[in-house]
């Protein structure tokens, strides 16, 4: 059978008309509710196939990710400080950022999207910490201390209610 690929343009705009076309539909506020309902329903599959007890796990991109990552960066002028803002205060991130186009979830909103399927509250975990963004500015690696003692951190504050949100992504576990 012959490998057929499409001409790498028709692959970009493909996924350049789906990607915009999803960004579109998020930022209105019938999208973002359907957004939502996908989330629960996915998020209600999730627990139908998964045995009794056992976990159900969901990931999702904090609220303060693309503010915190850019900002580290050193790639924030007045024009995206705005949009990231924007996207602080909303959820939904204007890709003219240069940050992926997700949906950015407070804690709290991880938790209502596992209650209001029924699941019980979850556990929530921030994944990297609040040092994430310094480890990347000073190009850290697994073999410095500073990497070691930032896990310590995060392992620290992995749980912490006040803490969570300065972890670029967050982790919710409930029992089936």
Known sequence: MPHHRPAEPDIQRYYSEVFAEADRLHRTPQGRLEARRNQVA??????????????????????????IDLTAQGR??????????????????????????AYFHRPEQVVEEFTATGLPVPRLYGVEGPLWP???????????????????CAAAFEQDPAVLG??????AVAPA
Do not use: C, K
């Open 42 to 67: 996915a998020l209600r599959e999730a627990a139908r196939l998964t045995r009794p007890g056992g976990p159900v796990v969901g990931a999702v991109i904090s609220r303060n990710a693309a503010l």
């Open 76 to 101: 924030v002028d007045e024009r995206t400080r705005r949009l990231l803002l924007g996207a602080y205060a909303t959820g939904v991130n204007d890709p003219e950022t240069g940050f992926t186009t």
């Open 166 to 171: 300065a972890s670029a992504h967050l982790l």
């Open 134 to 152: 310094l480890l990347d500015a000073l190009d850290t690696g697994p073999d410095d201390q500073l990497f070691h003692d930032a896990v310590a």
